[in-house]
């Protein structure tokens, strides 16, 4: 095994068993074929399988399984393995097996290493490890989780403090090398609210050109654990993401719905400038049971973007929970005249549920393959998939089969289900081209 090939296949699921399909083998009652394709080097497989071991109390077993893999040196499998470990109650194997890979220079081992090692009594060396590398920002992150269980906050905070100049904020993540300024600020922040100092922790974030990361806004989140309703209210007003923050408080806490959907109402900006907020007040209106309403704000931003797929698509979808297919594929039909009456797949195929719901799947298949791309690989996906809801699983193959390459996965999950899975294993691992063999 090579360490490059598996991370390859891995992170690109191609040449190899997904974990989907790995997880259909088990389902179905083939877990001696997981078995024997852990042992031929198909990681998704060997994990699997040292999980069901593990479970089955043949911890041995199970780690001879990964063995292999973990010879490598393979980060993923060195995590994977130490996770198992951990979990098992093998805390120093896990620590010794992360510690090696520490001392081979791995930045990420050094992060799992040291939140091993704080976990199980050892914070404080885990903090001197992580001191030296607080201008990296996700050890830094580390540092400041294990600073709690070490009793060093204040030190953290005072190496925090340090990285945040006074004249210069980051317009972008991209902007500083190293830990940003308003990463730093974020971590600072972290440290007060767990003392105890919320005011101080709110006047630092106030302070940060960036707000939002993967999504979140941390002075939000932090204005709604503390029931500073008032404050996230105003800060809402201005931040949409901010908002999105006052709109969960309101329907997870208190249950106040016609508030959730006021605020969400609130924004300034036309609904087309703003389709994800759209979107989401939809889906807010659909949780709640009206999702006619929900169909009324889509439309108006399909009305305003005719031509985003995924606004169409998730309006196809609203039309179908809410019984209206017929409504649902006048709508579409209307939107496409101002198309001159031509869609490309990418457009035309989110009417097909439609079709089926309405008319029937024989219908929606015919109308599909009468489309000019209906006889692409493109379309037998989505054709396939109409097949396959109603248990014509046998068709659905036919249908595939005549783009292979291109649907392996698709492919291959239906062989299985009906029980070829030599076939799809054949698919999912074409033969090497012999001019790559030599």
Known sequence: MDASDLDYRARTRSGCIPPDLVSRLLERGYAHVVELEAGRGEWFCALAWARLLGERDCQADAFEVLAPYLATGWWTAVEATTELLESWGRVDEAIEITRIRMKAGHLMALESY??????????????????????????????????????????????????????????????????????????????????????????????RNITVLNGRDQLADLLARHDRIGELRAYAAAKDNAAWRFVELLEERGGDIEGAIAACRQADRPIAQDPNSAVQLAQLLARHGRGNEAIDVICALADARPGDDWILQTLSELFLDQGRAEDGLAYLDALATTRAGEENWDLYWIRLPLIAAHHGVDDAIAQARSHPEGTTWYAASHIAELLAGTGRIEEAVAVLEQHASQNSHDLAGYLIDLGRVQDALAILRPPIPQALRR
């Open 114 to 207: 040291t939140r091993l090692l704080a976990r199980y009594g050892r914070a404080e060396e885990a903090f001197r490890l992580l001191r030296p590398h607080i201008d990296e920002p996700s050890l830094a992150t580390a540092l400041v989780d294990v600073a709690e269980k070490a009793g060093q906050d204040e030190e953290t905070a005072a190496l925090l403090a340090a990285q945040i100049p006074d004249d210069h904020r980051c317009n972008s993540p991209w902007c500083c090398r190293g830990l940003d300024p308003d990463t730093a600020i974020g971590l600072l922040a972290t440290i007060r609210e767990r003392q105890g100092l919320i005011d101080d922790a709110i006047a630092l974030l106030r302070t």
